[in-house]
């Protein structure tokens, strides 16, 4: 995983924002038929509520989602990152999540900050199950929490970047973890 700057460079010039992004791949091989691991994975909520440090995702209009991620800064500052999301599908190959700018007000207090999340699940059928290619691309602009203002740009940056690096990392192997066990669980109350 690599951390990436961010592409708006109205954001990236402000002085009070750290401009942070990273993306993630994952290949889960599931024994078990596509339009079953297509149709667990249409349930966009119950699968973003199994990525660590998820608070919430629930349904705010049709085939559009809001996906609330918690997190500490180190310092004793908590934040929340909203993601407004739009659903996108090929059906029983591709499903796609991508940014909606269509969201409702947030009625979250402390430090609080939107972000853009694309996601794709890609599905192959294999001899004895199902291949799906999952990829989760991140990008967010963090402000910067009172006394961390004094500290230089460059620094902050730095660190941003390395903690972005290691929250995507624990992020994609929780999930990854979390979804293999709640797979089998959902697959065996199908069967």
Not at 92 to 119: E, K, M, N, Q, Y
Not at 151 to 177: A, V, W, Y
Request: charge should be negative; aromatic fraction near 10%.
């Amino acid at each position: 995983m690599q951390p990436s700057r961010s592409a708006n460079p109205s954001m990236a010039t402000h002085e009070r924002y750290i401009d942070l992004g990273g993306q993630v791949s994952h290949i889960f091989h599931f024994d078990a038929p596509l339009d079953l691991a297509y149709e667990y994975f249409l349930d966009v909520p119950a699968v973003f509520r199994l990525l660590p440090d998820a608070l919430d995702c629930r349904v705010y209009g049709p085939e559009r989602y809001r996906l609330i991620v918690g997190a500490t800064d180190g310092h004793g500052h908590t934040m929340a990152a909203i993601f407004d999301l739009q659903l996108q599908i090929d059906p029983g190959r591709i499903i796609r999540i991508v940014p909606a700018h269509d969201g409702p007000r947030h009625t979250l207090s402390g430090l609080v900050f939107a972000g853009a999340l694309c996601a794709e699940a890609v599905f192959f059928p294999e001899p004895n199950g199902t291949m799906v290619e999952y990829t989760v691309d991140i990008e967010m602009s963090i402000p910067i929490p009172g006394v961390l203002r004094l500290m230089p740009m460059s620094f902050l940056q730095t660190l941003g970047e390395r903690s972005m690096e290691f929250k995507m990392t624990h992020m994609i192997n929780g999930f990854t973890r979390n979804i293999t066990r709640d797979f089998h669980i959902w697959a065996a109350g199908e069967g």
